[in-house]
């Protein structure tokens, strides 16, 4: 009976890391489709922002989502996710 309850604990776990896994693999390709859409929100959000709260939110996302290290693990995100998600 242990034996059984080990196979079915391990095929879930292992299903649950492949949605995971194709999960992570949409929301890159996702952010990637809607960045321009993204970009535009979040300026709106720093020059019409109804408190300085959402000023320093939407400007501190800003300046990270323009930086080359954001852009470069994004892309290598989506690259070797897929690559995973083709194998799977």
Known sequence: MRLVEWLIKSVIYIE???LTGALIFYSTYSL???YGATIIV???MVQEGSS????????GCLIV???????????????????TDLLC
């Open 16 to 18: 649950v890391e492949l």
């Open 32 to 34: 990637i489709d809607m």
């Open 42 to 44: 979040l300026v709106n």
């Open 52 to 59: 300085n709260s959402i000023h320093e939110e939407a400007g």
């Open 65 to 83: 989502m323009k930086s080359f290290e954001f852009i470069f693990v994004l892309y290598f995100m989506h690259k070797i996710i897929g690559t």
